[in-house]
């Protein structure tokens, strides 16, 4: 890991950032839901399950989709390849270019959550919790971003990333049977899992949210290796 | 002086196409060596396997002493300089702030900007948002960023397929001048003026297979005819074959002084291309 290579890629894709209107749009996504979430709730305090549904999106959105875009777009103009022929390393890559995504969803995080009153947590548990699910989304936008081939196929992936990851806890609102596979298999998903930390104090959860991390891991890496040479 | 590549049989195939057939060579440090080729001759190919973009499907290639497997390592990147049609730019960024990123991510320092700006021909354009840039300039800054570290080796592809006569001049200067400061050159291209200008060597490759290799000078004797064209004092115009009878006249005529004009017939590099492998170099 090179600091001086990290902070360089960082500083090329915070100018690019801002000169980047497709990329805008995603951390006012959860600011406006978190707005709508107050105004339905009428001031009063949010359950778990709605903070937790405010936070996947603010993931999903940021971190998964602005990496997402920002890796599709270089892959399909072909400056990832310049990033990959130069002397910094994989992490280097991830490191740097996540940043800006890290930069967006803490400021996006920090807006819903005081918008919709929740004054935070200090629980260790929750905020190992929370950096777990935001490394997962941040490894699952890059190995998506590396995955796809076009920026314009980008929403494909984006919607049911934001229904399907950043938004598991509703499936409690879908009136499955208790004991159903489809309710079980959604409550193995990373935010799901987070919630049942929150509520059981159990590490085990954490360990379900590492495994996520670890396929998200595996999932960016054989696709940055595939990018790096060609067919 | 030591080999910096070094290529013994090397063969690439997707699927069941060839695209490289064991081609074998080497290139001496210091050497600028030009492989020449039409499109779809398989030269791309080979600098992609001579950089680690595409792995081998048999055969040895070690560059700059080290094998493929090592090809992915920093030590290697920050030594290579490769300008190929997988090169590209940051659009929305300014000249300055992408040739910046690479001096960063080679450690080089800053101060070469300016340096390769001068060489590239671009002095003064470095606030230029590149998106605004003509081709010919974008292809000038994408070769100013494979220069900004120094490279031992550099691998250019086309380098100036897209550059006016004017601006393909200031770069073979460049190169030139690198070439001097001690930058071994691997040069694909299909410009015979380029090759003839810049190459030390050069090698043909038609199809995949490599047909000749040599210095310029040497090819062009080789396939000479070795004929003498001579233009006389009274507008007689002889075509005179290697012989000691022609020997004779010629040496006749020069104690005449009725010579007007006399010049051997050496192939241009394109002829011999024709000649060797039956395809005109440019496609």
């Known amino acids: 890991m090179n600091i001086t290579r990290i902070g360089a890629i960082f500083e090329k894709d915070m100018k690019d950032f801002m000169k980047n209107p497709s990329l805008f749009i995603m951390p006012l996504m959860p600011i406006l839901m978190a707005f709508l979430y107050e105004r339905i709730g009428n001031g009063e305090e ?73 004054t935070g947590t200090n629980s260790f548990q929750a905020i190992i919790g929370l950096f777990f699910a935001l490394l997962f989304f941040i490894l699952l936008g890059i190995g998506i971003g590396l995955f796809v081939k076009t920026i314009a196929s980008t929403q494909v992936y984006l919607t049911p990333i934001l229904f399907i990851f ?16 489809g309710l079980r298999i959604g409550q193995a998903f990373p935010l799901p899992q987070l919630i049942k930390m929150n509520e059981t104090g159990s590490w085990i959860h954490l360990g379900v949210v590492g495994i996520w991390v670890v396929g998200a891991a595996i999932f960016a890496y054989i696709f940055f290796a595939k990018t790096r040479i060609d067919d | 002086m030591g080999n910096v ?44 396997m001579m950089t680690g973009e595409l792995a081998k499907t048999s055969g040895n290639c070690e560059v700059l002493g080290m094998q493929p497997e090592q090809y992915k390592t920093a030590r290697f990147k920050s030594q290579i300089g490769v300008l190929s049609d997988n090169s590209a730019l940051y659009e929305r960024l300014t000249v300055n702030d992408n040739l910046k990123l690479f001096c960063k991510l080679y450690n080089a320092p800053l101060s070469s900007v ?88 050069v090698a043909f490759l038609s199809d995949g297979i490599l047909q000749e290799i040599g210095k310029p000078n040497e090819l062009r004797y080789k396939y000479s005819n070795h004929a003498f064209h001579i233009e006389t004092n009274s507008g007689e115009r002889l075509v005179l074959d290697n012989s000691p009878e022609n020997a004779e006249q010629i040496a006749r005529l020069i104690a005449d002084k009725q010579i007007k004009e006399m010049h051997t017939d050496n192939p241009t590099l394109g002829e011999i291309f024709l000649k060797v492998t039956g395809k005109e170099l440019v496609v």
């Not at chain 1, 989709?65 to 994989?90: D, F, H, N, Q």
């Open chain 1, 46 to 118: 949010l359950p778990l399950l709605m903070i937790y549904i405010i936070i996947g999106t603010t993931f999903a959105a940021n971190a998964s989709g602005c990496l997402m875009i920002m890796m599709v777009e270089e892959k399909e103009k072909m400056t990832l390849r310049g990033l990959m022929m130069s002397p910094a390393s994989i992490v280097d890559i991830i490191f740097g270019k996540s940043l800006v995504a890290i930069l967006l969803t803490v400021g996006s995080l920090v807006i819903s959550l005081s918008i919709i009153g929740f």
């Open chain 1, 166 to 181: 950043g938004m598991t806890p509703f499936i409690d609102f879908l009136g499955l049977e208790k004991n159903s596979l």
């Open chain 2, 5 to 48: 590549i070094k290529v013994e049989k090397l063969e690439k195939k997707f699927k069941e196409q060839t695209a490289v057939k064991e081609v074998s060579f080497e290139v001496g440090q210091g050497e600028i060596f030009g492989l020449l080729g039409p499109s779809g001759a398989g030269k791309t190919t080979m600098i992609k």
């Open chain 2, 114 to 201: 300016k340096e390769v700006l001068q060489i590239v021909n671009l002095e003064g354009e470095e606030k230029k948002i590149v998106s605004k840039l003509s081709k010919g300039m974008k292809q000038r800054v994408l070769l100013a960023k494979t220069l900004i570290h120094k490279p031992a080796l550099l691998f250019l592809d086309e380098p100036t397929s897209a550059l006016d006569p004017g601006n393909t001049a200031h770069i073979h200067y460049g190169l030139k001048k690198l070439n001097e400061a001690g930058t071994t050159i691997f040069l694909n291209t299909h410009n015979m003026e380029e090759a003839n200008m810049l190459c030390n060597r």
